[in-house]
């Protein structure tokens, strides 16, 4: 469940200098740093905690009250072919319980740190609905599932200071996936987890902010300095052909509709996902992930070899 507001401001740090904020009250239009000499925006209740200098540097352009990307809402049967097109995965689903059942092995209380939670992403309900879990979540926009905005390259929060960290479908689209990793190895607790869902085989998204792919070996180079608890394909050969369909007939009828439309009447090919062996599908992989634990010892590149090969 998402803290409250007062006790995420307890957390929230300066991203240029690290040092801890003033207390926030409703009266404030500013947040400022304890030195005094840096100052934030506070915009419709939301802190907006934006390193700027080195934001500008990586070429964002980030919004403070607003996604840059239309975010759509479905309803009726709207819902019913969203839904047929992009089912809940099951394997996202069991590596949730496993890395849920995992914190409440280790804490009472585990606090997760969400990064690009403005919207609730597939199978992540469930950090948002219990009450013995501390969640914390920030975007590059303001949304009802955030409590400030901020950017992964420099995140606003101490070191050392959560149990967990969610980054699904979000590495594709910064600009330097190095420096974010490197952000939530700080912000990890030690042996703390990270949960991340990158693509690897898929067409162009949310625009010109869509700038990475990974293959399963490269998103385990890229989680180097994290011990690997598992790794694999959370969307496979079978997704990727049907989001490769939807881009070959958008791009012959000239026509995002007729996409979509050969997408909706031939979604049953996602099926395939589960026929598939993983020594197959992790070649031909829609989308990756890793679940991994905090560590002082950056795997090397024999290591990187060894584990595709274990793959195979």
């Known amino acids: 469940m998402l803290l409250d507001q007062k006790e995420v401001l307890a957390l929230l740090r300066c991203p240029r200098s690290g040092a801890e904020l003033d207390k926030l009250d409703d009266q404030n239009a500013k947040v400022a740093s304890s030195t005094g000499d840096i100052h934030y925006e506070v915009v419709g209740g939301y802190p907006i ?55 409440f092995e280790l804490r009472r209380k585990p606090r997760v740190l969400i990064i690009g939670g403005g919207t609730i992403g597939e199978g992540m309900e469930r950090f948002y609905e219990d009450e013995n879990i501390e969640l914390v979540s920030f975007d590059v926009y303001a949304s009802p599932n955030v409590q400030f905005v901020a950017d992964a390259h420099c995140i606003p929060l101490g070191d050392n200071s959560f149990d967990a960290v969610i980054i699904q479908a979000v590495l594709e689209h910064v600009m330097d996936p190095g420096m974010v990793v490197s952000e939530i190895h700080r912000v990890l607790k030690p042996n703390g987890l990270v949960y991340a869902e990158t693509p690897f085989l ?89 679940l991994g634990s905090k560590s002082e010892r950056s795997i090397g590149n024999a290591e990187i070899v060894a584990h595709y090969k274990g793959a195979q």
Not at 58 to 74: C, I, K, N
Request: charged share 20%; net charge positive; hydrophobic share 40%.
């Open 202 to 290: 898929q067409h162009v998204h949310e625009g010109p902010y869509d700038f990475m792919r990974f293959t399963e070996s490269g998103h385990r180079l890229l989680f180097r300095q994290f011990s690997l608890v598992k790794s694999g394909v959370c969307s496979g050969a079978g997704t990727q052909l049907l989001w490769a369909l939807e881009g070959f007939f958008s791009g012959l009828f000239r026509s995002h509709w007729a996409g979509k439309a050969i997408k909706l009447s031939l979604f049953w090919v996602m099926l395939f996902d589960r026929l598939i062996p993983e020594k197959y599908n992790v070649d031909a992989a829609n989308g990756v992930f890793f």
């Open 49 to 103: 905690l934006l390193c700027s200098e080195r934001c500008k540097g990586l070429g964002w352009q980030l919004s403070s009250d607003a996604s840059a990307v239309p975010r759509h809402t479905y309803s009726g049967a709207m819902k019913v072919m969203k839904r047929l097109v992009s089912p809940p995965s099951g394997v996202t689903k069991k590596n949730v319980d496993t890395l849920i059942s995992t914190l």
